[in-house]
């Protein structure tokens, strides 16, 4: 845990007290003592210091000092076919470690449509996971994440929206595509990768009548979890090279 989440209703004046899993993991994990700093960030606003004015068993005591801006919002965004909960959960904190500025888990041909009335996704017990990306790569901005059942109304009505407010390159992965990553778009991008089994010809088509471009990560077959951060760090690395690009004169 590299930074410490707080909700802004936990605060009061500059006084934090912590009593749950955040002030166990100050005393057993950071083993810190009363003098110390701490990073702390208040969910989708500012970070900063937290001085520990005391400490008891279970109990931390926090003075802020918050000052400086969250990270910006980042660049991408991911349209995953919902994999199995135990992965999804591996899946969403490397995700949100990354950067992703919303998540949307879709259906496939190939998703197991069991999956959809698991807890994790059912109950909202993703949250958790989107915490933990938050805490390590030391960001507040939670990401968005929204979950459509039916594949077809999500790639027809919901998401052209979308794209037309938010524009950017656009991205899915599958073995039949291009060695190199579709330009387009500038700073902005949306990436989609399937389940396990690979998207449907059906599927294929309905994205590239969206505007996608096809893109291979290689001839390995890789599980999702893998393919998640692989390819994540492949497209914000070409976005950050198209920012960093000399404008023509």
């Keep these: ?45 500012p970070m ?12 931390v005591h926090l ?32 995700a949100v470690t990354l950067g992703v500025n919303h998540i949307y888990l879709i259906n ?8 959809f009335s698991s807890a994790l996704v ?12 938050l805490e390590q790569a030391v960001d507040t901005r939670i990401p968005g994440l929204s979950i459509h059942q039916r594949f077809r109304p999500f790639i027809e009505d919901i998401l052209p929206p979308v794209l037309a407010r938010r524009g950017g390159g656009r991205i899915v992965a599958h073995p039949d595509g291009g060695a190199v990553i579709p330009a387009g778009g500038g700073s902005r991008a949306f990436l989609a990768i399937g ?4 998207w449907v010809d059906f599927e294929i088509e309905k994205f590239q009548a ?8 290689g001839p390995r077959i890789m599980r999702v979890d893998t393919a998640v951060p692989a390819l994540m760090a492949q497209v914000n690395m070409a976005l950050a090279q198209a920012v960093r690009q000399p404008e023509c004169v």
Excluded: Y
């Design 122 to 133: 059912a109950e909202g017990g993703w949250r958790e996971f989107l915490f933990k990306g």
């Design 195 to 198: 389940p396990e089994g690979g």
């Design 210 to 217: 969206a505007g996608f471009g096809v893109f291979s990560p």
């Design 63 to 94: 003075r802020l000092r918050l000052d400086t801006a969250p990270p910006p919002p980042p660049a991408l965004d991911l349209i995953l076919a919902l994999p199995r909960p135990v992965m999804l959960k591996r899946i969403l904190v490397q």
């Design 1 to 45: 845990m590299n930074l410490i989440i707080v909700q802004p209703q936990e605060i009061s004046g500059n006084e934090l007290v912590l009593t749950d899993q955040r002030a166990r993991h100050i005393h057993k994990v950071l083993r810190c003592q009363p003098g110390d700093n701490l990073r702390v960030g208040v969910l989708n606003g």
């Design 108 to 115: 496939a041909n190939r998703v197991e449509k069991s999956f």
């Design 48 to 59: 900063g210091t937290g001085r520990i004015m005391s400490m008891a068993l279970g109990r």
